[in-house]
């Protein structure tokens, strides 16, 4: 099992700047690809960013691509999510998830960090 733990969220104002952690605990050599998701209040859960364990191949999603930064420390199993120039539609809770292989989908999932962005 792995665990998983975020945090980071606050409430920032359009424009600030944000960075999220997710810390990784259990069998986080099992670990193939860490991700960043958000759901807003009303809206289903989507992608934001994923990276590979060994920090090849991050992916963003359109909506955040060119201000957010998704980065990994694996020194301190720890994942990263910088936001930059937040907007009020990036409000959301912030959940981190990972996967191992070879499963398609996240197995497991932090409990999630509420981000506000007010205008």
């Known amino acids: 099992q792995v665990q998983l733990a975020e945090s980071g969220g606050g409430l920032v104002q359009t424009g600030d700047s944000l960075k999220l952690s997710c810390a990784a605990s259990g069998r986080t050599a099992s670990i193939y690809r860490m991700a960043w998701f958000r759901q807003a209040p009303g809206k289903d859960r989507q992608f934001v960013a994923g990276?590979?364990?060994?920090?090849?191949?991050?992916v963003y999603a359109d909506s955040v691509k060119d201000r957010f930064t998704i980065s990994r420390d694996n020194a301190k199993n720890t994942v990263y999510l910088q936001m930059n120039s937040l907007k009020p539609e990036d409000t959301a809770v912030y959940y981190c998830a990972a996967r191992g292989l070879p499963a398609n989908n996240y197995e497991y999932w932090g409990q999630g960090t509420q981000v506000t962005v007010s205008s």
């Open positions: 990276i590979n364990w060994n920090g090849a191949r991050p």
